[in-house]
C-alpha cells in the first residue's frame, strides 16, 4: 500500500487531519464526549469525513452529516440530511470543500456551483451565535 506524507490512503482516510481536529476540538471546548459536530459538504469523496466519524466514533462524538443527496455516501454510521437548517443544533460546523479533483469526470453531483452555494453555503444567518465553523483547509 502507498501511503501519503499525511499517512492517509488515497480517497479513504485522512487520520492526521482527524487526531488534529479532535485536538482542536478539546482545546477550544474543552471536551469532546457528548459534543455535536456537523459535517456539510461533498463528504462523499472527503477522507477527512470518514477518518472524523471513526474518531468521533471513539471519543462520543455525535455527527450529523449534511449535504447534497448525491454527495452523501451510503452505509456510513452516521445520521445524515440533505437540510442545511439540521447545522443549528450543532455545536461545530465542519465545512468541506468540493473536491472536483476526486470527482468522476462529466458526473453530475449538483445542478449547479450557485445552486450548492445557495442551498447548501454556510452563511451568517444560518448559524446561531457562539457557534464553532472550523475547515480542515485542503
Known amino acids: 500500500m502507498r501511503t501519503s506524507s499525511n499517512a492517509g490512503d488515497g480517497k479513504h482516510q485522512h487520520p492526521t487531519q482527524a487526531l488534529l481536529d479532535l485536538y482542536t476540538l478539546q482545546e477550544e471546548l474543552g471536551r469532546l464526549e457528548g459534543l455535536h459536530v456537523a459535517i456539510v459538504g461533498d463528504v462523499l469523496h472527503s477522507r477527512v469525513a470518514r477518518s472524523l466519524l471513526q474518531a468521533f466514533d471513539l471519543v462520543g462524538v455525535r455527527c450529523t452529516l449534511v449535504g ?71
Open 68 to 138: 447534497p443527496p448525491a454527495l452523501l455516501p451510503r452505509g456510513l454510521a452516521a445520521e445524515m440530511t440533505t437540510d442545511i437548517g439540521a447545522i443549528r443544533d450543532a455545536d461545530v460546523v465542519y465545512v468541506l470543500r468540493m473536491q472536483s479533483e476526486r470527482m468522476e469526470a462529466g458526473a453530475n453531483y449538483v445542478p449547479s456551483l450557485r445552486e450548492y452555494a445557495a442551498r447548501w453555503g454556510i452563511t451568517p444567518e444560518r448559524l446561531r451565535q457562539g457557534q464553532k465553523v472550523m475547515h480542515p483547509a485542503r
